[in-house]
């Protein structure tokens, strides 16, 4: 169906910076709204950022104005800039994407990749 590959994540002090890294593939499919979500421990996976296929963001309170989520639409790639990182940002990063071909419409997601914030 759809995959996605996800990179970047690792650990980093607080104050610091990371960027994470998705690109989809899936033959035929037209990848749709991209996202990024995170899961810390004992937590319910949460919204971090989202953005559509023009461009449209949005953002979880927790992150305005310290991440930035971007895509490039030739090669289905979502990045997820995170500066001013903060120990409370530490969880698993997981990718998603709503991808359609008529007439399926499907929502994918990625392995997730550790980011983890020292104080």
């Keep these: 169906q759809v995959s996605l590959v996800e990179s970047g994540g690792g650990l980093v002090q607080a104050g610091g910076s990371l960027r994470l890294s998705c690109a989809a593939s899936g033959i035929g499919f037209r990848i749709n709204t991209m996202g990024w979500y995170r899961q810390a421990?004992?937590?319910?996976?949460?919204?971090?950022?989202?953005?559509?296929?023009?461009?449209?963001?949005?953002?979880?309170?927790?992150?305005?104005?310290?991440?930035?989520?971007?895509?490039?639409?030739?090669?289905?790639?979502?990045?997820?800039?995170?500066?001013?990182?903060?120990?409370e940002d530490t969880a698993v990063y997981y990718c998603n994407c709503n991808a359609a071909r008529w007439p399926m419409s499907l929502d994918s997601w990625g392995q997730g990749t550790q980011v983890t914030v020292s104080s």
């Excluded at 989520?69 to 500066?83: E, G, H, P």
Aim: hydrophobic share 30%; no cysteine; glycine share 4%.
């Design 41 to 87: 421990p004992g937590k319910q996976r949460e919204l971090v950022a989202t953005i559509t296929s023009t461009y449209s963001t949005n953002y979880a309170d927790s992150v305005k104005g310290r991440f930035t989520i971007s895509r490039d639409n030739a090669k289905n790639t979502v990045y997820l800039q995170m500066n001013s990182l903060k120990p």
